[in-house]
């Protein structure tokens, strides 16, 4: 157990709607990084926040947004969502934005029909 | 534009090295990262390297880093069944923040 949780663990929806994930980080953990794993575009960093600011950001889609909340938890957003859009979604967190070692949750399945 | 490429399988047999290879395009890499993906699990960063770096050695695991063709590889000494795995390779450009490049992964299966 990483320490960092991820819900739900599968969402089934359909074209079109939008969902939130949400991802606690470790306690004292300060950075909160989400990542998508799909079978065609592989593992992409989504983006990154430290102590509730964005810190970098990768291939988001613009129907993508997420953001840190003061108590440090995240959620991401999706919307408009695409059958691409299936795939499993990874949180991390680390207690920095340096190079450290970044803790994984399980990951929320999303399946889009 | 950024592109991190890796061979897609290796497979060794236990007792054996492994070395996994990676190339990636960007060079303004600011840090090389390997990461171990088991089954049903999220990433566990194995190890990285700085880009003015040639060599990390630790314990069982060996970067190599040639800057100059921009090839990165991973030697793990002694491979044991337990490393089985998907490993990524991954570039990032940020010292304020971390924006990460993954590479397409190599699953590496140990044979007994």
């Known amino acids: 157990d990483s320490g960092v949780t991820q819900t739900p663990k599968h969402l089934i929806t359909a074209t079109g709607q939008r969902v939130t994930l949400r991802c606690s980080p470790r306690?004292?953990?300060?950075?909160v990084y989400w990542y998508q794993q799909s079978l065609d575009q592989g593992l992409q960093f989504l983006i990154q926040y430290y102590n509730g600011e964005e810190r970098a950001k990768g291939n988001i889609l613009e129907r993508f947004s997420a953001q840190q909340f003061p108590d440090l938890h995240s959620e991401l957003n999706l919307s408009s969502l695409e059958l691409g859009d299936s795939a499993l979604y990874f949180c991390a967190s680390s207690v920095g934005t340096g190079v450290e070692t970044q803790y994984f949750g399980p990951g929320t399945r999303l399946l889009v029909l | 534009g950024e592109d991190v490429e890796q061979s897609l399988f290796l497979s060794v047999r236990e007792g054996d090295s492994s070395v996994i290879n990676c190339t990636y395009t960007?060079?303004?890499?600011?840090?090389l990262y390997w990461y171990k993906q088991e089954p049903g699990a999220g990433l566990q960063l194995l190890t990285y390297i700085f880009s003015n770096m040639d060599m990390k050695q630790d314990q069982r695991l060996t970067v190599l880093l040639n800057k100059k063709d921009k090839h990165l590889s991973l030697r793990i000494a002694d491979t044991q069944t337990g490393d089985s795995a998907i490993y990524f390779c991954?570039?990032?450009?940020?010292?304020?923040?971390?924006?990460?490049?993954f590479g397409p992964g190599t699953r590496l299966s140990v044979l007994p």
């Open positions: 960007d060079s303004s890499s600011t840090y």
């Open positions: 991954a570039e990032s450009m940020g010292n304020y923040g971390q924006n990460f490049v």
């Open positions: 306690s004292g953990d300060l950075s």
